[in-house]
């Protein structure tokens, strides 16, 4: 393998597995939009995974293949990759999918050694280390529902007995992955928590169940301190209570509403103070039962059909601002 020492302009994306064996024509996720629209304006990008990260002594490095474009759609170079030290990079977008295992944390390590007032890293590697989507909701308790964190068994089932209906989730999945509603009449209630808390050493959340979650929950999309008004509304998918199937069926249009936007510019400020760029909210009633910042879906298909628009523009608009702000081109007001 070759190090390339002399880079400009260049971004790297850290992606999940997936999205690497999925690459083109992929437009149901987000980096497929965003990396499409940095190669448009001329960047140099990369993509790896994150079993591509290493270091050599207190050197952070990244196992990397070169995206292009072609007839509009973009493409990688399925050849050896190339290792480059990631502080050569002017951008690092960091986006794999949990779970956040040992594999995952190990992979946020590697950004321990890379310099980040000359390496803008969108998310911050160590922000998202300490800040775990469903657990510090609670860091605005007036804005999320009802909930507890335990291992404790009877703890829970307390809780779902005082709330009568509840939702169970573990700390660190996506997708819905092992989220379960229960409420007084679930025959099975011990075998869930027995299973979620794996026989009580692993914590779970527990949240107060909102009747408005039969309407779907809402992604509010924040970049920086930015608060988009283009949203959606994830539909719960058939047989089941949660969206959990990525289909145009179940999306539909939705807006902010004033209470939402100052809400989540809240939360903006504070994600942003940590360099926890990129988030996606999800509400139901007003409560905030999630914050993504791990790897953040902004639904742009479905927010284009939807609204008959390119929010991939509206939002590499944004992306640009915040690159050049963090580079000291343009001042904060214009951003």
Request: with cysteine; proline share 3%; aromatic share 10%.
């Amino acid at each position: 393998m070759t190090i390339n020492t002399n880079l400009t302009q260049t971004v790297l994306f850290v992606i999940d597995d997936l999205e690497l064996k999925y690459f083109e024509f992929n437009d149901l996720v987000t980096n497929f939009w965003m990396i499409k629209g940095l190669l448009e304006r001329d960047f140099e990008v990369f993509v790896c995974i994150k079993s591509g990260l290493m270091t050599e002594g207190n050197v952070a490095m990244a196992n990397c293949y070169e995206a292009y474009l072609k007839d509009g759609n973009i493409f990688y170079k399925k050849e050896e990759p190339k290792k480059h030290i990631i502080d050569h990079f002017d951008v690092v977008f960091f986006r794999p999918d949990p779970p956040v295992d040992i594999d995952y944390i190990n992979a946020c390590n590697v950004f321990d050694y890379v310099n980040s007032e000359t390496t803008i890293v969108i998310n911050n590697p160590i922000a998202v280390k300490n800040f775990n989507e469903k657990f510090h909701i609670n860091y605005f308790p007036e804005h999320v529902p009802e909930n507890i964190v335990t291992t404790n068994a009877e703890e829970i089932k307390s809780f779902i007995k005082e709330h009568k209906k509840a939702i169970i989730k573990p700390l660190n999945m996506c997708f819905g992955g092992g989220v379960y509603y229960v409420d007084t009449h679930e025959k099975n209630i011990n075998t869930i928590v027995k299973n979620l808390t794996n026989n009580g050493k692993t914590m779970v959340m527990v949240q107060k169940y909102l009747d408005g979650a039969i309407g779907g929950d809402k992604r509010i999309l924040i970049l920086g301190e930015h608060v988009f008004d283009e949203c959606i509304i994830k539909l719960p998918g058939k047989d089941d209570f949660k969206f959990n199937e990525h289909s145009d069926k179940y999306f539909k249009t939705a807006t902010l509403t004033e209470e939402e936007k100052q809400m989540a510019q809240e939360v903006a400020k504070r994600l942003n103070a940590v360099e926890l760029y990129m988030a996606g909210l999800d509400v139901i009633d007003g409560k905030i039962i999630e914050i993504n910042v791990t790897s953040p879906c902004y639904f742009i298909r479905e927010i284009n059909a939807h609204n008959n628009e390119r929010f991939q523009d509206i939002l590499m608009d944004k992306i640009i601002s915040l690159i050049e702000l963090k580079q000291g081109k343009i001042p904060a007001s214009l951003c």
